[in-house]
């Protein structure tokens, strides 16, 4: 199993757990755990609905790509810790990382 927390809006913290080699996204998972993400786009990449901010292990996670850098930088609201949910695989680098659905840019 591969587990991490994820914070909502509201500053409450949930483990969520997820058997290994699924092959979802975060934000599908979030989606499916009916979390509020919008994820306008589907997760293409292209809407940044569906950023989280990765307060424990980011430092675990894969480089974001250019797709992901080019979305977040049309942002007001982010730093070196805000992520799109679409992005990043369900896989063992989720493994231990703490997640905030951020409250609105």
Do not use: H, W
């Not at 695989?89 to 609105?104: A, H, M, S």
Request: hydrophobic content about 35%; charged content about 25%.
């Amino acid at each position: 199993m591969i587990s991490f927390i994820v914070e909502d809006r509201n500053g409450v913290q949930q483990p969520i757990e997820i058997p290994e080699g699924i092959s979802l996204s975060l934000m599908e998972v979030l989606k499916g755990s009916d979390y509020p993400i919008l994820a306008t786009c589907g997760g293409m990449a292209l809407c940044a609905t569906c950023r989280v901010e990765v307060l424990k292990g980011l430092e675990q996670l894969p480089e974001p790509g250019d797709e992901e850098l080019d979305i977040l930088d049309t942002l007001p609201f982010v730093d070196e810790s805000s992520r799109l949910s679409c992005q990043l695989r369900v896989n063992e680098t989720l493994e231990g990382c703490l997640f905030r659905i951020p409250k609105g840019d």
